[in-house]
């Protein structure tokens, strides 16, 4: 039965949701979540396409709960980054029509790379600081903004592992927030980008709703317990599980993509 709704077999099922359980949990702290869903679907067998819109579909669900948290938390203020948020938006949509125009062949090549290279940045960027002490600041450039949300709202678009750690990282850098306050707007943000790439993808039908639902459901709940482990525990918790989850995705992608 499962494998007739699904078309995949229930062990390659089940493990697709353990995934995105793990997935949504180190999206929830420091982003990269992608960089474990999107080769997970083109190992079940779905093709590039499809793969990253059904991502997007997971990842929206994922991203709204951490979100959320964030928000009641009081981590983001929603008034202070309407410039990020609309130029998130726009360059979304424009990644996503971006993608749909590239081949599966170049896709197949090329999300790996994506991927590779984007671990591989994570790793060599200067640490990430364990100052929790500080408060949001209350003014940012709009400017900056729509830069930065168009720049990486664009790349979200067209493949998208990496966004949350993107996001979080330019944040420490553009705006001297902490890295709990980073976190939270890179959530947010990428919570847009995932729901505008979702809308665009669906209505080029590259999206299987029925498995990118039941990924979402997983993603929620492994979003909510990471955004309230690195509430509790903040950037001494939030830097090591990055660093080791970004060095074990890279291994295991260099072992299967290059060598395998």
């Not at 960089?35 to 779905?46: D, N, R, S």
């Not at 709960?65 to 983001?76: E, L």
């Not at 690195?230 to 939030?238: D, K």
Request: glycine share 12%; proline share 4%.
């Amino acid at each position: 039965m499962i494998e007739a709704l699904f078309g995949l077999a229930p062990s390659l099922l089940l493990f697709l949701v353990l995934i995105a359980f793990l997935a949504g949990f180190i999206d929830a702290i420091a982003g990269g979540g992608g960089l474990l869903t999107i080769p997970a679907l083109l190992t079940a067998g779905l093709p590039p396409h499809l793969a990253l819109g059904t991502n997007k579909l997971c990842a929206t669900f994922g991203s709204l709960t951490a979100s959320i948290t964030f928000y009641r938390r009081g981590i983001f203020n929603p008034r202070l980054w309407i410039a990020a948020a609309c130029a998130t938006a726009l360059g979304a949509a424009s990644g996503a029509l971006v993608a749909d125009q590239v081949s599966a062949d170049w896709l197949n090549k090329l999300l790996p790379l994506i991927i590779i290279l984007t671990a591989i940045y994570a790793l060599l960027v200067k640490p990430l600081t364990d100052d929790n002490q500080g408060t949001e600041p209350q003014t940012h450039g709009k400017a900056t903004q729509w830069l930065q949300g168009l720049g990486i709202g664009f790349y979200d678009g067209v493949a998208g592992p990496g966004t949350g750690s993107f996001w979080t990282l330019s944040s420490l850098s553009l705006y001297r927030m902490n890295l709990l306050f980073s976190s939270g707007l890179a959530r947010v943000m990428n919570f847009i980008s995932n729901a505008v790439s979702l809308v665009t993808f669906a209505l080029l039908g590259h999206v299987n709703l029925l498995l990118g639902v039941s990924l979402g459901l997983a993603l929620m709940v492994g979003a909510y317990v990471g955004a309230r482990s690195a509430i509790r525990f903040g950037g001494r918790f939030i830097r090591p599980v990055f660093t080791l989850v970004v060095l074990a995705i890279a291994c295991r992608l260099v072992w299967q993509h290059w060598l395998q």
